[in-house]
T-cell receptor, first 117, second 117 residues
């Protein structure tokens, strides 16, 4: 079956521009996560959507970052007025996450490599 | 807050040998899940192995096994008969369930493993 799909796979843009990154989770997965991975670094949590609940935005680094999840499926991560330090790979993951007894792991997309010139 | 620590930024192993990657975590939760993910140069995050905290038996998946020490909060990954395709970044992850927030994941900073021919 189809996995998590992210687009674009690569994005190069000028400093100050806005960018939108898209994530299509696995069908039926209620949980969706965005992470940022800087060169040679671990995963930095950004935001988490779970069903119809209010998202956990605690990881967003600034108010230039926002994310939406429409219809409980596709998600877009928007970065406004991009800065060079925003350059990173942005990873999306989805999970079934039915309940507390569910050990469902995350399934990751291939990520979007964002380069700010 | 939950923290996951991988104290070995880089490791190398000869092909066909065995290597152990360490991971420790800090939590006050009694029920949680632990995962090891592999990220090869292709960037795709791949689940390697998972462990439920309530299970005493260590998980195994072919050449991959874990040494789970709940009291010590340690979750190391052993790779036997290392293969060139095992060259990747390995991330340890902790997952807990929170009422209202669903399943939350916390990742270590990763260990870069190189298998030497």
């Amino acid at each position: 079956g189809a996995g998590v799909s992210q687009s674009p796979s690569n994005k190069v843009t000028e400093k100050g521009k806005d960018v939108e990154l898209r994530c299509d989770p696995i069908s039926g997965h209620t949980a969706l996560y965005w992470y940022r991975q800087s060169l040679g670094q671990g995963l930095e949590f950004l935001i988490y959507f779970q069903g119809n609940s209010a998202p956990d935005k605690s990881g967003l680094p600034s108010d230039r970052f926002s994310a939406e999840r429409t219809g409980g499926s596709v998600s877009t991560l928007t970065i406004q007025r991009t800065q060079q330090e925003d350059s990173a790979v942005y990873l999306c993951a989805s999970s079934l996450a039915r309940d507390r007894y569910s050990n469902q792991p995350q399934h990751f997309g291939d990520g979007t490599r964002l380069s700010i010139l | 807050a939950q923290t996951v620590t991988q104290s070995q930024p880089e490791m190398s192993v000869q092909e066909a040998e065995t290597v152990t990657l360490s991971c420790t975590y800090d939590t006050s939760e009694s029920n949680y899940y632990l995962f090891w993910y592999k990220q090869p140069p292709s960037r795709q995050m791949i689940l390697v192995i998972r462990q439920e905290a309530y299970k005493q038996q260590n998980a195994t998946e072919n050449r991959f096994s874990v040494n789970f020490q709940k009291a010590a909060k340690s979750f190391s990954l052993k790779i036997s008969d290392s293969q060139l395709g095992d060259t990747a970044m390995y991330f340890c992850a902790f997952m807990k369930h929170s009422n209202g927030f669903g399943n939350q994941f916390y990742f270590g900073t990763g260990t870069s493993l190189t298998v030497i021919p």
